[in-house]
């Protein structure tokens, strides 16, 4: 078994050193978590509820401004680098520098950038492990302009750079709750986020007898983002054969389980069989939120499982490998809940697990992941943190 470290990070120190080697200059740092999501998966471009929370592994970006315009990116973790001219950015022809690049596109809508500037960033957030380690970046990148060139942008407006950016120059169609889970994330609680009024609460999630765990699939299948775009065509679908009936009906929140049946059901069963997973997934996630004041995580891990379902067979997002994760702890009474995480197509499954018993499970699943898939599963455990902050 593989296991991560949750050590305090080194990425500060990392970061000043190296921005002193490359450039001779002391950096301006922004730290921007990584996120798990509890429950409300594939809600929140459905105006719907979500509920995250920002996590113990983040990016660090260090940034500090240059005498011309050049942007010059130095990756700590891939030891790679990228140039561009400030007044000429288009993609990168690789990914990770799109993340910082889209953020500056987004920016200059509004502001011109009177200088260059150099960046040197990493993380612990484990890449294409469904933890959001690009919203993570996108954040930290609009922090850090935010305060080098006192933009006076507020928390909420970086927010949505960093969505914009993902939706804009990535052209992943993601909804908002990665980024704003990473920017408004409070230590030891979950945001409940109202993803159409963007009202948010924050509730207290104590880990004194459970631990939170991630068992990493180590998959990322390729069709990821092309059908993670394919869903929300399919639920904008679900929402104007209803809005024929009921114009009233602006998206999946405001439909019902009988409007589903009545005017979806006979035209599209696949979209049907998407929408039936996100107006059943919206209940179970206020279900969800009223046994956690109550604090019954046993009924609450009940929701999990059935959410895993939901995604696994109606909304089909799930993979083999993330259901075996499942099937290994489903009737393990030390697992309170456990459901795939995210997007879907790869990446983790997250489990709420009795603190007393997380080492046998841990052997346990990883012995039997590894003779299933001949694939050793990586595994993390998550403390919930604050979210986007600038030193
Ligand atoms: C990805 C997206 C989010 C959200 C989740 C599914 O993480 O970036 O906006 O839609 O998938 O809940």
Redesign the pocket.
């Known amino acids: 078994m593989i296991k991560m470290n949750n050590m305090i990070s080194d990425y500060p120190k990392n970061i000043r050193n190296k921005f002193k080697e490359l450039f001779g200059q002391n950096p301006l740092i922004a730290r921007s978590p990584g996120r798990i999501?509890m429950i409300g998966?594939?809600?929140?471009?459905n105006m719907g509820f979500?509920l995250p929370a920002a996590i113990n592994k983040a990016i660090w970006l260090g940034i500090q401004k240059r005498d011309d315009d050049t942007i010059c990116i130095h990756s700590l973790d891939y030891n790679d680098d990228f140039h561009a001219s400030i007044d000429a950015i288009s993609p990168s022809g690789k990914l990770w520098p799109d993340y910082i690049l889209g953020v500056v596109k987004q920016i200059q809508k509004t502001h011109k950038l009177s200088h260059g500037f150099n960046i040197v960033f990493g993380g612990d957030i484990p890449p294409g492990a469904?933890l959001?380690s690009s919203?993570a970046l996108e954040c930290a990148m609009g922090f850090a302009l935010n305060e080098l060139f006192r933009l006076d942008y507020a928390k909420m407006d970086l927010v949505r750079i960093g969505q914009a950016a993902e939706n804009e120059f990535v052209g992943?169609k993601?909804?908002?709750?990665?980024q704003f889970a990473s920017v408004f994330g409070k230590k030891e609680h979950l945001i409940r986020l109202d993803c159409r009024s963007l009202e948010y609460v924050h509730v207290p999630f104590h880990t004194n007898n459970i631990k939170i765990l991630l068992f990493d699939t180590r998959v990322k299948h390729s069709l990821a983002d092309s059908a993670?775009n394919e869903r929300r065509e399919q639920c904008e679908k679900g929402v104007k054969l209803i809005q024929e009936y009921h114009p009233e009906v602006k998206s999946l929140r405001d439909a019902n389980q009988e409007m589903l049946d009545l005017y979806v059901k006979t035209v599209d069963d696949t979209v049907y069989r998407r929408c039936t997973y996100v107006v059943s997934e919206i209940k179970r996630l206020l279900n969800g939120c009223e046994d956690l004041e109550k604090d019954d995580l046993i009924s609450f891990g009940k929701l999990m499982f059935e959410t895993h379902a939901g995604l696994k067979d109606l909304y089909k997002v799930s993979c083999k490998e993330l259901d075996l994760l499942v099937d290994l702890v489903k009737d393990n009474p030390d697992v309170l809940g456990a459901r795939m995480m995210?997007?879907g197509f790869g990446g983790c499954t997250i489990n709420i697990v009795r603190a007393e018993a997380a080492e046998a499970i841990i052997e346990k699943v990883s012995d039997a992941y590894l003779s299933n898939t001949g694939t050793e599963m990586l595994v993390y455990e998550v403390g919930i943190e604050d979210g986007t902050e600038v030193s």
């Open positions: 999501n998966e594939h809600l929140d471009y979500v469904g959001s919203a992943v993601c909804g908002i709750m990665d993670y995210g997007g």
